[in-house]
């Protein structure tokens, strides 16, 4: 009788089947904030590192133009001395985000190398291990990094890499969550059971399963980095000119801000758009590794 | 008897048996989603009667839970639900959020599949169960937490007045799906509605629950409606038995009707799936395929790719519910006749293994 | 719950005292005291250097200076500052409760807000006013704290040309000298902390609505909500008593999590309004290169954040039955 059975696959699924990553992308699109941010975010990049080749004045060049608010030749004014406040502002821009991208890999590679180790082999190296993170966790990282950096500081990598050196302890916790809560999974088991090698699980099992988390880890870093960076120059630990930061031109301008309001605005309304957009980019990307977050129970 | 005494015994009768108290027509649900809308109910019909069980059997994703959250008008506020719930001589789809909070728990309660879950972890059961009694008995704290007791000790939780100050954390789960039934029996509803109740406990736990679901019953003299994927936890309990397949009822009669006399090729191949104690030498039957998806259904009977039976007119036509070997027997399928002294057997292949899935398996292992 | 209590308690001593070392050791190695009179100039003369080596212990070895350091500080002396007759215990002392009354008015106004709006976001999930609290939450996390605190101040300054009178004071934590009377004080008192404590609160705010909305959706489709809407209980029963209930348990943690940030963020916004607080000691210390006075600050703030979560465990312990301190 088997032969009479007729097998019509395609009428039995509509929903067509997809894989992993494209689940993902299709769900990172339905986050329309996210989309949005990630254009504006791909833009300012554009016009932070082509964008500010392009223009007309160089950020440390002095124009005749003193103290003029926005126009069509200074979009974004000028200071005191002339300069261009629009070329200032992209060139800010670069280093605030050489410097927030810097720390966000740094600490994301260390952390996670870190917490990862700690969950994977648990006991005493885990409470160690952790302890140690614990350790970094109960100082307010503020006052650390200015401490370190009153000292060391003064150029965007040293500053990145203090700041790097504080938020590993962050993204350690989160990858140890990870690794704990992958390695009681049902798959992971099953794999194991089938005599995968420990190489198998964790490229194909362990990594691809870890990666969102850590993705979405990486853009909050990102926007925390280019924070503290804007307080500690605000508190003068950190960039020092010749360099220039979103934050120290913000912090240069406090006191203008009645006088010249643009150069105070500008710069900070950059530091917002970058954080903001950062945040919302996480936010899809949270929602597109991991729907069940936000799925509303049938 | 203090005035704050609760009526306990189930005095006041509720009508003859036999007459009908709950009556659900053309009762439709459905989701938006991503991939358009999810039609997970397609015109229900059922009636239960007073003193009855009703069994509603199906595939997960068949729309059987979905049907009684209807009931209760407990699904997301995204569900677009139409159709009637008649109870009491109202349609329940139409009375104002505050008038259906009374109905729920007082009239109809509800039992939910996981017990480990549908205890809040923070309070303690006997205050839980105080808690349903207070929400429509305007008693003082102390009275409800006697009743909790007795109901404690009515679903047959040894030394019941300590256990109600224990956190659900405290219990073991068939224990804390008594104390689930003793929530529903609170206040000695007209239908108690049971979703899965068995299906998360261990299987020498559940004829225990299954017990205590039938004292419940019993002892309240209430209606139930009995949901399961499983005829083994229907057999033994229900009087009638409706079975759903792609959010719609396929045949609904007796309990005698669907087990002896199945009329819906579906019906006789979840029948096949059940091991029998009577039988033993008889294979099981597995059913092909897998449910169909509720989203952008395609014209025909739903169970057509998987049906032995399958021809042409099943691709063009959904069948509709009609009567078959009596008048309260109903079965949805072209070929109803054609089942007439089958067993599952003669009309599913014993053998049917999945060899692609098999194949693959072998093929990924190292 | 005692003893679990006790022993929390004990076990937090050894981490204070491990990260007291880290914290001095790292001061040390990070500042030279003497560098500011090496680079004056003219610069000082060799045999002043030589008594402020001796007097700041810089002629000791780390571990020696640190132990001096540490047993002083149970007899209230917190080591010498660079500047020869601060006393920093007594400093700091002063500008401890300064700051903490900012910081925990900061944080009740906070706390309220989250629940309040997280709660009602969470309700009101996908509603215009859960978009635009959503919104205001991205923005409030993405803003600067002292471009935020700098505009409020510049706000407060127009309102009091507004209202023809200093009613909002931008600057500093109280008028010096103190207005004469209990109730001019305190209105006094009041008049500084509004601006400082909202911009601070608003920070914390962002995040922690975020968590209480997240944690009331997930506890509103639980399984236990469900049944207690089952039961006949009224929706706001359901939501009060089931919801929040039970949603507010994990915000005592990320709370606590979060008061070393809070503390970071009071830093930022006393140096906008000029408190002389906390936050303007730290900056003046690392500024001076003052090594004792740096490490002494650090050391009141772990202490703070390992008091804030061990409070914390406690109070987990007393509104979550599951936590068993076996």
Redesign the interface.
């Known amino acids: 009788?088997?032969e009479?059975?007729?097998?019509?696959?395609d009428?039995?699924?509509?929903?067509e089947e997809r894989s992993q990553a494209q689940l993902v992308f299709r769900r990172f699109l339905?986050h329309r904030a996210a989309v949005v941010s990630l254009c504006v975010f791909v833009v300012l990049i554009l016009l932070a590192y082509v964008g500010g080749w392009l223009w007309k004045y160089d950020a440390g060049q002095y124009t005749p133009d003193n103290s003029v608010p926005p126009s069509w030749d200074h979009p974004f004014g000028t200071d005191s001395a002339g300069r261009d406040q629009f070329a200032q502002v992209l060139r800010g821009t670069r280093i605030s985000l050489q410097v927030s991208v810097s720390v966000a890999i740094l600490a994301t590679l260390v952390g996670t190398l870190w917490g990862s180790v700690a969950g994977y082999f648990g006991g005493w190296v885990d409470t160690l291990m952790m302890?140690i993170s614990?350790?970094v966790?109960?100082?307010?990282?503020?006052?650390?990094a200015?401490?370190?950096a009153?000292?060391?500081g003064g150029s965007w990598y040293l500053i990145a890499l203090v700041i790097a050196a504080l938020y590993w302890a962050y993204v350690s916790r989160v990858a140890r969550g990870v690794v704990l809560s992958l390695r009681e999974k049902e798959f992971v088991e099953a794999a194991k059971a089938?005599?995968?090698?420990d190489t198998?699980i964790i490229l194909r099992h362990l990594v691809p399963n870890a990666l969102g988390s850590i993705l979405v880890n990486l853009t909050i870093l990102v926007?925390l980095a280019i924070?503290l960076e804007?307080?500690l120059s605000?508190?003068?630990?950190g960039v020092t000119p010749p360099d220039t930061s979103l934050?120290l031109l913000?912090?240069e301008a406090?006191t203008a801000?009645?006088t010249r309001p643009w150069l105070?605005y500008f710069p900070?309304l950059f530091?917002?758009i970058?954080?903001?957009t950062i945040?919302?980019i996480g936010?899809g990307l949270r929602d597109a590794f991991d729907p069940q977050?936000t799925k509303?129970?049938? | 008897m203090t005035s704050e005494q609760i009526d306990l015994a189930p005095s006041r009768r509720k009508g003859a048996a036999g007459e009908v108290v709950l009556e659900v027509s053309n009762l439709d649900v459905t989701?938006p989603s991503?991939?358009g809308p999810v039609r997970?109910v397609r015109g229900v019909d059922y009636t239960l009667h007073r003193g009855e069980v009703l069994g509603i059997v199906g595939e997960s994703g068949s729309g059987k839970s979905?049907t009684s959250m209807a009931v209760m008008r407990l699904?997301?506020t995204?569900?677009k639900v139409t159709g009637e719930v008649r109870f009491d001589g109202r349609n329940l789809l139409e009375l104002s959020e505050s008038e259906m909070t009374r109905v729920r728990g007082s009239k109809i309660a509800m039992i939910f599949q996981d017990p480990m879950t549908s205890l809040n972890p923070v309070y303690t059961v006997g205050a839980q169960i105080a808690e349903a009694v207070r929400a429509h008995h305007d008693v003082s704290k102390a009275a409800a937490l006697d009743r909790a007791v007795q109901l404690l000790d009515k679903v047959r939780i040894p030394n019941a007045r300590d256990r109600a100050s224990s956190f659900p954390h405290e219990l073991s789960g068939g224990m804390r799906q008594r104390v689930v039934i003793a929530i529903a029996m609170a206040n000695d509803p007209d239908v108690i509605i049971a979703d899965e109740p068995t299906t998360a406990l261990d299987v020498t736990v559940q004829a225990q629950i299954l017990d205590a679901l039938k004292a419940a019953q019993q002892e309240t003299g209430a209606a139930m409606v009995l949901i399961t994927h499983d005829l083994g936890v229907i057999a033994g309990q229900a009087d009638r038995v409706m079975v759903m397949y792609a959010g719609k009822p396929v045949e609904i009669g007796t309990a005698e009707d669907v087990f002896y006399t199945p009329r819906m090729p579906y019906s006789l191949g979840l029948l096949g799936s059940l091991p029998r104690m009577d039988r033993p030498s008889e294979r099981l039957t597995p059913i092909?395929?897998?449910p169909?998806?509720v989203?952008?259904?395609?014209p025909g009977c739903p169970f057509?790719?998987?049906c032995?039976k399958?021809t042409e007119v099943c691709d063009e036509t959904e069948p509709e519910l009609r009567a078959t070997t009596s008048a309260t027997h109903l079965a949805a399928c072209h070929h109803a006749e054609a089942l007439v002294g089958a067993e599952a057997e003669d009309?599913?292949?014993t053998e049917?293994a999945d060899h692609d899935a098999l194949a693959q398996l072998a093929e990924e292992?190292? | 719950m005692l003893a679990f209590a006790v022993r929390r308690i004990l076990y937090s001593i050894p981490?204070l005292i491990?990260?007291s070392f880290?914290?001095f050791a790292?001061?040390s190695a990070?500042?030279?005291p003497l560098a500011p009179l090496r680079e004056k100039n003219p610069p000082a003369p060799q045999n002043v250097i030589d008594a402020e080596t001796i007097r700041l212990h810089l002629d000791q070895p780390l571990l020696q200076r640190y132990f001096s350091w540490l047993g002083g500080i149970f007899t209230g002396d917190f080591g010498p500052s660079v500047v020869s007759t601060a006393n920093i215990g007594a400093d700091l002392g002063d500008r401890f409760l300064v700051t903490i009354r900012l910081i925990a008015l900061a944080m009740v106004i906070a706390l309220i807000l989250a629940v309040v709006i997280g709660v009602l976001t969470a309700v009101k999930q996908y509603s215009k006013f859960d978009y635009t609290a959503t919104f205001l939450g991205?923005?409030f996390?993405?803003?600067?704290?002292?471009?935020f605190a700098?505009l409020l101040k510049?706000a407060g300054i127009e309102f009091n040309g507004l209202v023809g009178t200093q009613a909002i004071y931008t600057i500093g934590q109280a008028s010096v000298p103190p207005p004469q009377g209990t109730g001019a004080y305190i209105a006094d008192i009041i008049g500084h902390m509004i601006l400082p404590t909202i911009s601070l609160a608003l920070i914390s705010y962002a995040a922690w609505s975020r968590f209480t909305r997240?944690s009331m959706l997930e506890v509103m489709?639980s399984d236990y909500v469900r049944l207690a809407r089952a039961k006949g209980l009224t929706r706001r029963t359901v939501m009060v008593k089931h919801g929040l209930r039970t949603a507010l348990i994990p915000l005592t943690t990320v709370t606590a999590?979060d008061i070393?940030?809070i503390?970071?963020g009071a830093?930022?916004t006393e140096?906008v309004f000029q408190w002389k607080g906390m936050g303007d000691y730290?900056?003046n210390s690392?500024?001076m290169?003052d090594v004792y006075a740096?490490a002494s600050?650090?050391l009141i703030?772990?202490t703070v954040?390992?008091a804030f979560?061990l409070i914390a465990d406690l109070l987990y312990g007393v509104l979550d039955p599951r936590i068993r301190y076996a």
């Open positions: 009788m088997p009479t059975l007729v097998k019509s696959p009428r039995e699924f509509t929903v339905q302890r614990d350790l966790l109960t100082l307010p990282l503020i006052a650390v200015a401490m370190l009153h000292n060391f089938l005599g995968a090698s198998r926007a924070l804007t307080s605000y508190l003068g630990f934050g913000v912090s406090q801000l009645t105070f900070g530091i917002i970058i954080a903001l945040n919302f936010d977050q509303v129970r049938q | 989701f991503g991939d997970a979905v699904l997301p995204t569900a092909p395929g897998s169909p998806s989203v952008n259904m395609p057509g790719p998987r032995p399958h009309v599913f292949d049917v292992t190292p | 981490v491990v990260a880290i914290i790292l001061g990070s500042a030279d991205f923005l996390l993405a803003m600067p704290a002292f471009w700098i510049q997240a489709n999590l070393a940030s503390i970071g830093v930022v140096n730290l900056v690392i500024r290169n740096t600050w650090l703030a772990a954040v390992i979560n």
